[in-house]
C-alpha cells in the first residue's frame, strides 16, 4: 500500500507474544518462550519498510 506506514505491534505477556499487523489488521499469537518466537520469525514475513515497531 503506497503511503501507508506498516506497523507491527507485539503485546509481551509472561505467557504469551500477541501480534498484530497494520494496516493489513492481521492478528496472532505464540507463546512466550524460545519456540513460540522462532515460531513468531516464521510466521512474519516483514514488509519491506516498516514504519514502526511497538
Known sequence: ??????????DVC???LNVH???QNQSFR???R???ITELVH?????EQ????V
Open 1 to 10: 500500500m503506497p503511503g501507508v506506514e506498516n506497523g507491527i505491534g507485539i
Open 14 to 16: 509472561k505467557r504469551w
Open 21 to 23: 499487523l497494520r494496516p
Open 30 to 32: 505464540v507463546r512466550n
Open 34 to 36: 524460545a519456540s513460540g
Open 43 to 47: 510466521q512474519l514475513s516483514l514488509p
Open 50 to 53: 516498516v514504519g514502526r515497531v
